[in-house]
T-cell receptor
């Protein structure tokens, strides 16, 4: 079974530039998550999609971050303009949900490491 | 709001030593509990999980964790660590009541095992 695919693996940009990250979840997984992991900290949820609808984006800095999942499969996370504090690993994860039950387990991609100079 | 606390930031052990990593969560309702591991250069992967039933759960590579509801704890244990257990360990929690709810993670514990 193919895992969660992310690209690019690494990106270095200047502050105020823009960047986009792409994620393809495991086939059949309706729920997709973007997490931000700053060095020395645990992953923090940015946004959660159920199919192509947003479930939770309460921690997404909407003045600079945006995300979409137009066809309910792959997703793009964009940062524009980037700040120094956005330097982090951006993790995509997916999970399988059946009706109202929660299988719970998230499957993670390898992450996209962003360095903002 | 849910939160997860991991007591140890960095643990250093010799091979064959026993391991216990602390995890406490803050949430009033029923929870699912997880331990994820991130080996150097690899993605986060599930070590073990607790949904319901026997509070002592066993995971991969000889790890186990015990859910103590009265203490809101889910500590990770291994009787004898190996050099290959060097990694970062994350405790996480979510709610089983809602489909596909996101995990909330602790800050992680870095385990360094010397041979």
């Amino acid at each position: 079974e193919a895992g969660v695919a992310q690209s690019p693996r690494y990106k270095i940009i200047e502050k105020r530039q823009s960047v986009a990250f792409w994620c393809n979840p495991i086939s059949g997984h309706a729920t997709l998550y973007w997490y931000q992991q700053i060095l020395g900290q645990g992953p923090k949820l940015l946004i959660q999609f159920q199919n192509n609808g947003v479930v939770d984006d309460s921690q997404l800095p909407k003045d600079r971050f945006s995300a979409e999942r137009l066809k309910g499969v792959d997703s793009t996370l964009k940062i524009q303009p980037a700040k120094l504090e956005d330097s982090a690993v951006y993790l995509c994860a997916s999970s399988f949900s059946r009706g109202t039950s929660n299988t719970g387990e998230l499957f993670f991609g390898e992450g996209s490491r962003l360095t903002v100079l | 709001a849910q939160s997860v606390s991991q007591h140890n930031h960095h643990v250093i052990l010799s091979e064959a030593a026993s391991l216990e990593l602390g995890c406490n969560y803050s949430y009033g309702g029923t929870v699912n509990l997880f331990w994820y591991v991130q080996y150097p250069g690899q993605h986060l992967q599930l070590l073990l999980k607790y949904f319901s039933g026997d509070p002592l759960v066993k995971g991969i590579k000889g790890f186990e964790a015990e859910f103590i509801k009265s203490k809101f704890s889910f500590n990770l244990r291994k009787p004898s660590v190996q050099w290959s257990d060097t990694a970062e360990y994350f405790c996480a929690v979510n709610s089983p009541r809602q489909a596909g709810t996101a995990l909330i993670f602790g800050k992680g514990t870095t385990l360094s095992v010397s041979s």
